[in-house]
């Protein structure tokens, strides 16, 4: 209890970043309160442009520094708030503040994903704690019950709706009957979904996210590329017709299950049963569904973005170091990955799955396809055959499989895209329970 | 890091009890890497009853006792954890803990909600933890998330399902149209209400958690007794028709609202829209929302009874105090109540309301209602009349108002009760919007 203050030293000065430094600015009495001692910003690491920022203007000149030099060498900052975003040069920052022995809260995925494992081995060997519960689920308290309040438990499973661009164009899709094409420029247009929304709609944000996720529920070392990854460009509003009809709604799932031999992670589009609870997640929220050997199923929602939901997470991770740093708790990070997991190839992986495909409209047709999935060992749970066009003699084909093996059913989707009377195969979605 | 193991001492061998102990025993490995050192049982407060359970059979016999005087002279506790339920004799056994210098682990809703300020204070003094993730909601994280993960919030409002056996029962009746007597009685043969009820379905356990929530996102003392609360066994098949005409779930709800002037807490069965997320928590699950102006709506859902989920909460709590008592860390209880908030009296307390009665079935009965409506302020927003009985000449009507004040709806109640025409008020039950 030797100190009487926590310094804190801020790197970066945007949206994230500006409202951490307002929330520490403004409400220093009740922050107080709970940590035992005044919280005080020290340094503030910003970039050129950063500077003329309202916020920026308000705060004492001297907190300001666009040199990352000038920022490490300010003796009195105990923990870094890291708030930049990206890999670079975040990681070095991470990296360096670590090694200096400050205690280090970061909202930062990518880092985490990519490099979590090295820096918390970093953060263990220099006694003192690295935080992140911003980084996945905005302010939803996520990795909290993952370090924290499910230890008891093996993790059998999550599945995560952590992506608030993609639920949001999914929500509307299922909602308006529009086009992919359509629902993303109305996301651009009131801010839901960036210029450049590649990351988002492809499915690499949520790969980032389920990374951290998984590695900690599995204790385990998941990297994003180890993350079988697919987006949600491909689907049709007639993807989401089929779907009500048959008692679905589609959403961008980020999947980990783990059994006494493989660990299992994925992100892609699925089918989910329309009254599950998942399925009710609508627009920007996101949800995260963990099942634990005891606790049965947990689920966290909320806002899975935004300043004011991600400041909240960055501090209370803040007042979470400060408090262990004034007790000299030094680190509370049990990091010992296990070795013996194996990842499970995608061609292992078992699901039922939704196919549509466009096929002559003549005699036979559903002998051969059929004849396919039997040779393959898959069976069929439901057919919907419909929307005949007269003209171009075609018909659309809906089948929902029972569980199969994905290896059997690219093939069988290859053998079947080679039949002469298959036009298309359209698309192709899998289910979970 | 001078201890080499973390002794427990167990109050109870009840079924959480006896769960605790076998996740104890059955993972020492695994709690042992999460905690870095061994966590072992070193006493155990038996009932003579218990002695009979083949768990206590399982257990080293030197372990066990029925002397209290023994159990605490057992010198090798660091924690105790306390499984008995019941204020007494707990609450003396949770004080004698805490005075002794232990950290306190417990599931006991009644001992904190009653006395929780108390021993919080007592926990500070004696720079111990008090720790009771599983006093509410089983395994679902809601103390942690208030205590450390919403830290930086003001929190406006909880709206939580926190009765397993009540909500098992709405969802019965809701789902299969049945009446209140039926469903308490196939709750009770399926094991999901007690052979005496009343705790449950008046109220007086939702009341008990609810009193621990308020208390600590407030930072005030709630008492359970401070808590208007009504229980579910006035509603009606009636009603949850109506219900479902007008767009409603009825679920009891824990409700607990701040502004600057005031707190508000409140359980009783409640309106809530059935596109609403906690319209969708079904049979013995539970759920809290909760309402930071940070973070926005965060909602918490899991299974909020029964051994394995409230182990999961314990064993959290158990391994948090290891850590906590490894590192030297000492308390982390910040409880300093405001003394300056008051609670709102229910007469001030605002909602819509849904109203079901029994009037005669002749001109002017509508104009007679509405006028005493209106002369105390209340305006309808909608009126069904159906269901007239030929026979016995009455009609049966329902309206819903717009946001009115008790006081004013209690008093028209009255009125409207005196009013010749109007055989019986049946039922009166709040909106939450």
């Known amino acids: 209890m030797a100190k ?19 929330v520490v600015r403004d ?29 920026a203007k308000e705060l004492d000149s001297k907190l300001l520094t666009t040199d990352a030099e000038e920022f490490f060498a300010e003796p009195g900052i105990d923990i870094v708030v890291e708030a930049i975003g990206g890999e670079k040069p975040a990681y070095e920052y991470l990296r360096r503040a670590l090694s200096a022995g400050k205690y280090v809260v970061t909202s930062n995925k990518e880092v985490i994903a990519k490099h979590g494992a090295e820096l918390r081995t970093l953060a263990k060997e220099r006694k003192v704690d690295l935080r992140y519960e911003a980084s996945v689920g905005g302010g939803i ?84 590329g180890d993350i079988h990854s697919e987006g949600i460009s491909r689907l049709h509003a007639r993807d989401f017709r ?15 299950k783990q059994d006494d031999k493989w660990a299992e992670v994925r ?18 929220y996101n949800a995260i569904l963990v099942e634990g050997d005891l606790v049965g199923k947990v689920l966290f929602y909320g806002q899975g973005a935004g300043p004011y939901p991600t400041s909240s997470a960055v501090i209370a991770d803040v007042v979470a170091a400060a408090n262990d740093i004034l007790r000299g708790a030094g680190s509370w990070v049990r990091w010992e990955p296990r070795k013996d997991k194996v990842l499970k190839p995608m061609s292992e992986v078992i699901t039922r799955y939704y196919l549509r495909m466009n096929v002559a409209d003549q005699p036979g047709v559903l002998a051969q396809i059929s004849k396919i999935l039997g040779d393959n060992q898959i069976s069929i749970s439901s057919l919907i055959q419909k929307d005949a066009d007269a003209q171009a003699q075609t018909a659309e084909i809906v089948i929902m499989t029972h569980p199969a093996r994905e290896a059997a059913m690219q093939t069988a989707l290859k053998d079947m895209a080679n039949l002469p009377v298959v036009r298309e195969i359209s698309n192709f979605i899998r289910v979970e329970a």
């Open 141 to 224: 308290p996520i990795i909290s019950p993952l370090r924290f309040d499910l230890v008891a438990n093996r993790i059998n499973g999550i599945y995560a709706i952590i992506n608030g661009t993609t639920n949001y164009i999914l929500t509307c899709m299922a909602k308006e009957g529009a086009d992919f094409a359509s629902t993303l420029k109305k996301a651009q247009e009131l801010g839901y979904a960036e210029a450049n929304p590649r990351d988002d709609i492809e499915g690499i944000d949520a790969t980032y996210k389920l990374a951290i996720l998984s590695s900690l529920a599995f204790q385990m070392e998941v990297l994003p």
């Open 4 to 22: 009487r203050i926590i310094g804190i030293g801020l790197m970066g000065l945007g949206v994230i970043a500006g409202q951490v430094a307002r």
């Open 27 to 55: 409400r220093a009495e009740a922050l107080e309160q709970q940590v035992g001692c005044p919280l005080v910003l020290k340094k503030i690491k910003v970039l050129p442009q950063d500077l003329g920022r309202p916020l």
């Open 267 to 284: 992100v892609h589009p699925v089918f989910i049963p329309e009254d599950s609870l998942l399925a009710k997640v609508d627009g920007v």
């Open 242 to 256: 089929y779907a009500q009809e048959l008692g679905f709604a589609i959403k961008l799932l980020a999947i980990a």
